[in-house]
């Protein structure tokens, strides 16, 4: 899937955030959003490729995809 094409509902800006700050937000985003749509969240912290593999499983949201490319990290995730 071409990340410029990437379908998604809405988007959290996260870079230059550090741990926890990109969960944070991200967990807040989700919650004024309904079952089934996506949010595609960009960061900058190395440690949030942990963060939001944990997230995911410990939240049930489902980790669509998970990309870096200079230094950027990019993350979909859909709403249980």
């Keep these: 899937m071409n990340t410029e ?3 998604h509902d809405f ?7 550090n741990c926890p700050l990109p969960i944070l937000r991200t967990k807040k985003a989700l919650n004024t ?3 089934g749509q996506i ?3 960009l ?3 190395p440690g949030s490729v942990r ?3 944990a997230f995911a499983k410990q939240t049930g ?3 669509l995809e998970m990309l870096e ?4 990290f990019q993350f979909l995730l859909r709403k249980k």
């Design 61 to 63: 949201h489902a980790l």
């Design 51 to 53: 963060d939001f593999q």
């Design 33 to 35: 959003m309904t079952s």
């Design 39 to 41: 949010l595609r969240v």
């Design 5 to 7: 094409q990437a379908i």
């Design 69 to 72: 490319a200079a230094g950027e």
């Design 11 to 17: 988007e959290l800006d996260a870079r230059g955030l």
């Design 43 to 45: 960061a900058t912290d």
